[in-house]
């Protein structure tokens, strides 16, 4: 779709299943699964929905799913789902790796950064080799230094490399990448975890990653498990939706795996998804 004078191109690194329970916290299954069917081992389908930016004169590419070094024991507990991945997504659309000029990740939970990296003639290397990786200063230092609870979350090979070869841009809060595109930081998931804003002719649109993974996470208390500070995720995403409610920002979900895009609109006095 065109965005402004960007245009915005949905790159699907295809589905995963993930634990209901887990993806809602506190929330009783009788209610989340009504939208969210949960398959016989309680997990429910999740896209991959990676997010290209072109601002017709560099190319942006947001997160980049699981990425290719799987083993079937991994692709088994996730239910790994895709006629295409990544790269194939992305040649499918015209854009080969060497055309990516930036790789954003919200953060480095392996479904967000396992495309990062790739292994070509037996090598670790990464997937975009002309990229500048951006990624916030604490989600690096959390993701290189994880605890117990982290660290099946953060896999080495899809970000070390990346520090290797000299492309990894550490960011410290809210910053500027191009005229028009930020990252913001939208800590709560993660202490490092960072949203993207994109504005374009009086326009705005944010890709919320797992601040806001789904449509069904609109409702401020439906958090997830996974969520390591809820109370701060809470508190961001009242501040976040409600400036898109009021300022019509357009939403892109990063793992619905119905609805990448869509509005906040008011209706008998509360907000109500409408999608795009």
């Known amino acids: 779709m065109d965005f402004g004078k960007f245009n915005f191109t949905i790159i699907s690194d295809g589905n995963f299943w993930l634990d209901g329970g887990a993806m809602f916290g506190v929330v009783p299954k009788v209610l989340w699964n009504k939208l969210n069917p949960a398959d016989d081992q309680n997990r429910i389908r999740l896209a991959l929905n990676c997010l290209v930016i072109d601002t017709r004169g560099k190319k942006v590419l947001i997160d980049t799913g699981v990425g290719e070094k799987l083993s079937e024991k991994f692709k088994g507990i996730y239910r790994i789902e895709r006629e ?27 479904d967000h950064c396992g495309g990062n990296t790739r292994i070509i ?88 990653g797992d601040l806001v993974p789904t449509t069904s996470h609109l409702k401020i208390p439906y958090i997830m498990g996974y969520d390591l500070f809820p109370l701060d995720i809470i508190k961001k995403k009242k501040e976040i939706l409600g400036r898109a409610l009021k300022e019509r920002w357009l939403l892109i979900f990063e793992h619905d795996p119905k609805y990448p895009f869509g509005y906040l609109e008011e209706r008998d006095g509360k907000p109500v998804f409408k999608p795009l």
């Open 121 to 208: 003639e037996n090598k670790l290397t990464t997937t975009f080799p002309r990229a500048k990786y951006i990624i916030q200063k604490r989600e690096w230092y959390d993701a290189t230094h994880p605890n117990e609870r982290t660290k099946a979350s953060y896999l080495v090979e899809n970000f070390i490399p990346i520090e290797e070869n000299g492309q990894l841009v550490l960011i410290d809060g809210d910053a500027e990448i191009l005229p028009g595109i930020r990252v913001i930081l939208t800590n709560g998931h993660t202490k490092g975890h960072q949203s993207v804003s994109i504005q374009s002719e009086n326009r705005t649109a944010i890709y919320l």
């Open 84 to 110: 295409l991945c990544l790269l194939d997504s992305l040649r499918k659309n015209g854009i080969e790796p060497e055309d990516i000029d930036f790789v954003i990740n919200t953060h480095l939970h392996f």
